[in-house]
Structures are given as structure tokens and as C-alpha cells.
């Protein structure tokens, strides 16, 4: 399968001076979901910002093809990767459909504005998620898992390639933790989208819905493969400290947690 | 119900115009006024009314209300951009010690150095009082929202006190009266035509400005790191809004001095009622902005016999509302 975005030796530190990537390098597939675990404060979302470019790490990305991402314009960065930021309400209370056509921005400059066109592709996007109704709500109306899948919208608005995705399932009961996972592995099947890195913190929803997976801890990736490879109760029992109960079941990997001992 | 409030909005600037050039200490029926206006611009049609109610009219009231509405629009105007900008509902160019700022910058203009444009030194001390004022927030805060506030109420202070060192040092007891006058705030100051014209070109420039990158704005108040991931560039767009602003409003302060609070409450109004997008939120802060201070400045004018100054009018307006959005947002500064 043909990589499409190539992480190699990402090393960064907080401007105070917190040591938050030490080594991290890792490949993601074309049509792959690739789902950062790890305890918090491992480093997951600073390695999305990375990504991003909202922070400027020492190594190297490479996107679609071998383009270095440092030698691409931001506006043009923005054109590949899709961001859902742990999930915020936005301070000021615009209307779903103005809010999902943010995503356009890195079609515009200063000065324009969205057209009719992009509008238009802002309710099929809605229809597509199944979302039509909020669109002339306000954002600050949302439930969570509503803001979550406008976010994804926004995301799809903006013809991204790869989304990155912090925590698309925090704060979500369990329905809409799967609905929102289910829709990011549609939007990947149907080819909308080529690839996702999401981080999670449960597991089993991790076994469930990855088709990668990267142990991270302490700024680096220390285990990164397919969920049956990785989610081993060993492995898990020295990241978390926490002993697991991994098995299968109907072919499904089930990775249960039994405690500190 | 939005477009209502709209409609409401749009016609709250005519019927405050009109209604204060009725209003003052010497009495002009509607009849006269409209013939008054009409008689400047096709003198030979109009049966003329005396010529005392021409002079009120076209050299006082019509000036004065024009320079209230204009200064009105402008402070609103800058307040909503400002807001989206710094992601913070709670600012306007007097948090931010901008206003403050500027003034310090006309008074050192006016007291010390006389053959350079007033104007021009309010503009600089506008920037550095921004400057300071974001420096300190990011330094020590982080950039957050309280950060943001009270290292604005700091800078404020601070240029508050310029303000009174320009006044104490200054040699001149005619400039000195000059500088006190100006200082209390009044649009009395600015019912000028020659004074008007200009606060009108540069208001007019800034808000064509930022009207024309609204939605910038919006994709700019999602947050630094939302907007760079949507491609914008933060940090030198906002100081362009920031300089944009700063014109406008040392424009504004070297003609009437000092006003608060009116930029930070009526862009609030005006999300509450026709919505957060700054397609509506800019222009119609300028229409709600205009009629408030029209009407503030007729209360300043004919509530009592002599002016009240329009600072202490405005704040006593607005102050109750900044403590209830005070209790509101106090839960998202985290
Ligand atoms: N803005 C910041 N300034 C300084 N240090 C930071 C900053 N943001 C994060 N860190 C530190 O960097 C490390 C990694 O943080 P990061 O947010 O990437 O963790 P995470 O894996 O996303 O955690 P969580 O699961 O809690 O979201 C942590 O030690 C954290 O304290
Ligand atoms: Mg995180």
C-alpha cells in the first residue's frame, strides 16, 4: 500500500522547555486509520500540531509522494491535512453552515469570501453525514458528538486528504463515540479521504476501528503495527501500568483492563 | 426574529439623526430643520427659514450629530474586530489601552510638539500601547483571555498616568487648558465640518478595510491553531487588523477625547440579536454604534444645563452590562 504521509525522527520542545517528541517516526497507509494510544501527557496531540505545522519540530514529514511539508506553504499544507481539534466550542456562536464553510479558507485569500458553489458543497457534505438538520442552528446549540461530526464536515469542506483527529471521541456516550467512528471509516472506504491519524484513550474502540496503531510514551513511538501485533497485554501493562486481559472473540481483539496489580 | 432586529437596527440611525437635530437649548421645529438642510443644497427652490435656525442647524446640530455618529461607529466597529481577532468578547480598543494610548500620544503632540500632525503621534501611541499590552499578556499569560484583560487595564493605567505627566510638565497654560478640555471627552469638540470630514475619510477607510476581510475575521477567531490549520497566517494578520484599528480610533480620540465601554458592549448587542458572523456583526455594529452615541451625546447636551462630559455618560450606560458579561464568561477563563 502506498504511503502517504511519511513521519521521520520528529523531535520538539516546548518553548519552557518540556521535552514533549524525543524520537518519533512512523508511516501511514493509503486508506489506513493509524490511532495514537498512549497515557496523557505522551505526546499524542503534539505530534498532530506537528503535523500541522502549528508547531515547528526538528525532522522531517513527508507528504503524498516525498514533498518535505516544511517546503510547502501553509495554505497549501492546509489543502492536505484536515484538523479536528479536541473538541471546544468556538467563542462566538456562528451558524453551523458558516462555521463548516471555514474550511474553505485555504481556497482564499484575504479579501474573498465563499461562493454559492461552496456553500452548496457544504449541505452534500451535511447530507453525507447525515447532519442536514444543525446546519442553521448555532454552533453553540451542538451536543458534543454533533460538534464532533460538524468539525469532520468542516474537515471534508475543505477536500483535506488526511485528517487528523484529537480525540473524536472524548466526551461522547458510547453511540456516539461509534457513530463518529464509523463515519471517519466510511469517508476513508469511500475514498473521500486517504488516510486518517486519530489519538483515542479507550483500547478496545482502538482494536476495533485501527487499522495501525502507534504505542506512544514519553515522546516516542515504542510499538507501531497492526492492533494484533501491538495491543499485547504486556506491552499495554508497561505504558499504563495497568495489567490487561487481551483475547478474541469472533474475531474480534477485545482489550479489557483488570487493574494496577 | 433576526431579520426584525435588522429592520430595528437600520432604522434606530435616520430617527436618532433626525430627532437630535430637533433637540438642544434652542428650539428648531422639524419643518424648519428640513428646509434648513434643503435650503444648502438647492438654495433658489426652498423658502429659506431664518437664518439663525440655518446657522444652528447646518454649522452646530448637523456637524455635532454626525461627528457623535461617526465616532460611534467607529469605536463599535474596532470593538468587533478586535474581539474576533483576540478571540475574547471582551475588549475594545479602551481594555486594550489603545484608546488610552492614543491619547497620551495627542497630548504629548499637543502640549510639547507642536508642528507635527496630532494625529500621526495618537496613531503611534495607539501601536505601542497594543504592543505593550499583548507583550505582557503573552509573556506572563499566555495570551489568554484575562491575561489579555488585565495587562490592558495595566497599560491603561500606565497612560493614564502619561496622560497626567504631559499635563503636570506641560509649559503652556493656554495648551494646558487645551489638553484638560479635550481630555474630558466631549463631541462638542468635533462639531467641527472641517473636523467631521476627516474623522469621516479615515472611519470610513478603516471600516471598508475590515468589512472587506470579514471573513478573515471569523476564520481568525477560531484561535491561532484552528486558523493556521486552515492555512491563515495569525500573528501578521492580526497585527494589520490591530494597525487598522489603532488609525481609526486615534483618529476618533484626537477629536473627542477618551470614550469606553461603548466598543466592547454594542458588538455584543448586535451578536446576541442578529448573529456572531462578521458579515452582520461589523456593519451592523456600526449602524447600532452610531445611534447609541447620538443619542448618548443628546443626553450629554440637554440633560442638565451644562454638557455632561460623554465618557462619564457612556460608562455609566455600559458598566452594568460589562459586570453581567463579567459573570458570564467567567467560567470559560480557564
Ligand atoms: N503548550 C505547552 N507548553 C508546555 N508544555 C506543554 C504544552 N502542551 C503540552 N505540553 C507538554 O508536552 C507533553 C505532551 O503533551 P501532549 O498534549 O502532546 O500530550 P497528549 O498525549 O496529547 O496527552 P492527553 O492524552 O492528555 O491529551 C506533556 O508533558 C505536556 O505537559
Ligand atoms: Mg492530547
Redesign the pocket.
Given at each position: 500500500m502506498r504511503v502517504v504521509v511519511k513521519v521521520d525522527g520528529l523531535r520538539y520542545a516546548?518553548p519552557?522547555g518540556?521535552k514533549?517528541l524525543e524520537d518519533v517516526s512512523f508511516d501511514l497507509h493509503e486508506g489506513e486509520i493509524l490511532t495514537l494510544l498512549?497515557p496523557?501527557?505522551?505526546?499524542?496531540?503534539?505530534i498532530l500540531k506537528c503535523l500541522l505545522r502549528i508547531l515547528k519540530p526538528f525532522g522531517a514529514v513527508y507528504i503524498d509522494g516525498e514533498r518535505r511539508w516544511d517546503c510547502l506553504k501553509q495554505r497549501e499544507l492546509a489543502k492536505f491535512f484536515g484538523y479536528v481539534p479536541q473538541a471546544h466550542y468556538p467563542t462566538f456562536p456562528y451558524r453551523v453552515r458558516d462555521y463548516i464553510a471555514m474550511g474553505r479558507a485555504p481556497y482564499h485569500g484575504m479579501l474573498s469570501l465563499p461562493s454559492k458553489v461552496e456553500y452548496m458543497r457544504v449541505e452534500e457534505v451535511a447530507k453525507m453525514l447525515d447532519i442536514e438538520e444543525l446546519l442553521d442552528r448555532t454552533v453553540a446549540e451542538l451536543s458534543g458528538g454533533q460538534l464532533q461530526m460538524v468539525l469532520i464536515a468542516r474537515t471534508l469542506v475543505q477536500e483535506a486528504k488526511v485528517l487528523l483527529l484529537d480525540?473524536p471521541t472524548a466526551h461522547l456516550d458510547v453511540s456516539n463515540a461509534v457513530k463518529v467512528l464509523d463515519a471517519i471509516r466510511e469517508i476513508i472506504k469511500k475514498g473521500i479521504v486517504k488516510a486518517a491519524v486519530m489519538?483515542l484513550?479507550d483500547p478496545t474502540l482502538t482494536a476495533l476501528y485501527s487499522d495501525k496503531v502507534a504505542l506512544?510514551k514519553d515522546g516516542r513511538v515504542v510499538a507501531y503495527g497492526c492492533p494484533e501485533k501491538v495491543l499485547k497485554s504486556d506491552l499495554l501493562n508497561s505504558i499504563y501500568g495497568v495489567s490487561f486481559d487481551v483475547f478474541k472473540r469472533e474475531n474480534r481483539l477485545i482489550v479489557l483492563p483488570l487493574g494496577t496489580k | 426574529m433576526r431579520s426584525l432586529f435588522k429592520l430595528a437596527i437600520l432604522f434606530s440611525v435616520p430617527i436618532s439623526l433626525i430627532i437630535s437635530i430637533f433637540l438642544g437649548r434652542y428650539p428648531v421645529n422639524p419643518g424648519e430643520a428640513v428646509r434648513a438642510i434643503l435650503s444648502i443644497a438647492t438654495p433658489h427652490l426652498v423658502h429659506s427659514p431664518p437664518e439663525t435656525v440655518k446657522t444652528i442647524v447646518v454649522l452646530y446640530r448637523l456637524p455635532r450629530v454626525l461627528a457623535a455618529a461617526i465616532t460611534g461607529a467607529a469605536l463599535a466597529v474596532t470593538g468587533a474586530s478586535l474581539q474576533s481577532i483576540l478571540r475574547n468578547p471582551l475588549v475594545d480598543t479602551y481594555i486594550l489601552g489603545i484608546s488610552a494610548g492614543a491619547g497620551f500620544g495627542a497630548a504629548l503632540a499637543i502640549a510639547f510638539l507642536p508642528p507635527v500632525p496630532i494625529e500621526f503621534v495618537a496613531f503611534l501611541g495607539a501601536l505601542m500601547a497594543f504592543f505593550i499590552t499583548f507583550s505582557i499578556a503573552m509573556l506572563w499569560g499566555k495570551g489568554s483571555v484575562i491575561a489579555i484583560v488585565l495587562s490592558g487595564v495595566i497599560v491603561n493605567a500606565l497612560f493614564q498616568a502619561g496622560l497626567s505627566l504631559v499635563k503636570y510638565l506641560c509649559p503652556d497654560p493656554y495648551k494646558l487648558a487645551t489638553v484638560t478640555f479635550w481630555l474630558m471627552g466631549s463631541i462638542g469638540a468635533a462639531a467641527f465640518w472641517n473636523k467631521v470630514l476627516r474623522m469621516g475619510i479615515v472611519v470610513t477607510l478603516c471600516a471598508v478595510l475590515l468589512y472587506s476581510i470579514r471573513w478573515r475575521l471569523d476564520i481568525l477567531s477560531l484561535g491561532d491553531e484552528e486558523a493556521v490549520a486552515l492555512g491563515a497566517s495569525p500573528i501578521k494578520e492580526r497585527a494589520m487588523v490591530v494597525a487598522v484599528c489603532a488609525m481609526a480610533v486615534a483618529t476618533i480620540v484626537c477629536y473627542t477625547g477618551i470614550i469606553g465601554w461603548v466598543g466592547l458592549l454594542i458588538p455584543h448587542i448586535v451578536r446576541l440579536t442578529v448573529g456572531a458572523d462578521n458579515r452582520d456583526v461589523l456593519p451592523y455594529s456600526m449602524l447600532l454604534g452610531a445611534s447609541f452615541m447620538v443619542v448618548a451625546d443628546d443626553l450629554a447636551r440637554c440633560l442638565t444645563s451644562t454638557e455632561i462630559p460623554i465618557g462619564i455618560l457612556t460608562t455609566v450606560m455600559v458598566a452594568p452590562f460589562y459586570v453581567y458579561l463579567l459573570k458570564r464568561s467567567a467560567g470559560v477563563w480557564r
Open positions: 516546548y519552557a518540556v514533549a498512549g496523557n501527557g505522551s505526546g499524542k496531540t503534539t480525540e489519538t484513550h506512544v | -
